[in-house]
């Protein structure tokens, strides 16, 4: 078999990640199968060992593993060690090698439905949030040339240690929540990745979008609800909106890269995912 993958974490039954493997391995015509590992904190390192003796050829790593896998894996990769965090393992021939595709996906996902929005790097761009997934954002964009990357956070400490990742290229400010929101005029994309508006809080918004850029992007990163609040007032403020399935996908679609060398095709994914988000 060529290729026998999984995904660690808890709690996991729900994840989507299956569904989406699946068909790259179809689509890409790739014999393999993606199991759900479930394990507790005490299990990790023991799931580890029986993924290597059982020569996986990958996996992926979620919450709350992310950085907890780290001390079991044999190498990181530049970019999951300046983040951080790990959220996909590559097998090479008994040497496992942690990578972290989720700020790559965003920024292939954003690609994809913006790509003249990419292709000026002068942007202003805000950030909301500071946990995991915001820094591996950070860092993508940062490392593929955007110039000026605000971060606003409810604790201003973790925008700050976001702002102080190595950066030859981006000039950051580090805000609170309520200067985000009086100063949002001065905002190209507005990237949304606190847990703010994911259900069950579904009528919850981060910040409040009156001062919103009418030809601005607010992308969020949250997937359950698809259209999340902060969403619908962007739309209806005539903004437009990029939904957080869309990074899900692409984050997948670099793991599979990494394993296989090989691109899945995901146009029609993404439409079908949405639709089933969607109910
Ligand atoms: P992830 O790894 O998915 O990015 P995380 O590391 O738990 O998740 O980060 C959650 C983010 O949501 C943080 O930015 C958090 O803000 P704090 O750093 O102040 O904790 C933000 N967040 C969670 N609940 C929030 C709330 N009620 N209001 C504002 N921000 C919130």
Not at 66 to 80: G, N, R, S, V
Not at 93 to 116: E, F, M, Q, V, W
Not at 128 to 153: C, E, K, P, V
């Amino acid at each position: 078999m060529e290729g026998k993958l999984g995904l660690v974490g808890y709690p996991i039954k729900h994840s989507l990640s299956p569904w989406i493997h699946q068909r790259f391995l179809e689509n890409t015509e790739t014999i393999g199968t993606y199991s759900i590992l479930e394990v507790l904190e005490n299990e990790l390192e023991q799931m580890v060992q029986t993924i290597r003796k059982n020569s996986y050829k990958g996996f992926n790593v979620t919450l709350p593993y992310k950085q907890k896998i780290i001390p079991f894996l044999d190498e990181l990769d530049p970019h999951a060690k300046e983040v951080g965090a790990v959220n996909t393992v590559l097998n090479r021939n008994g040497k496992l090698i942690g990578y972290n595709t989720d700020g790559i996906g965003y920024l292939r996902s954003l690609t994809n439905h913006y790509p003249a929005f990419v292709e000026d790097r002068q942007k202003n761009v805000l950030l909301l949030g500071a946990g995991g997934a915001a820094r591996a954002i950070y860092y993508a964009l940062n490392q593929s040339g955007f110039q000026f990357i605000d971060i606003a956070n409810r604790t201003i400490e973790k925008a700050q240690s976001i702002a102080d990742l190595k950066t030859p290229v981006s000039k950051t400010s580090v805000l609170t929540l309520s200067e985000a929101e009086k100063n949002l005029d001065k905002y190209d994309l507005i990237i949304q990745t606190t847990n703010v508006g994911m259900k069950p809080n579904e009528d919850e918004v981060p910040i409040r979008l009156e001062k919103l850029q009418e030809n601005a992007i607010v992308s969020d990163i949250i997937y359950q609800p698809i259209w999340t609040k902060l969403l619908k007032e962007a739309k209806s403020r005539g903004a437009s909106v990029h939904h957080g399935h869309s990074m899900l996908l692409y984050q997948a679609q670099y793991a599979f890269e990494i394993w296989f060398g090989r691109l899945p095709i995901i146009t029609n994914m993404d439409i079908q995912l949405k639709q089933l988000l969607e109910g």
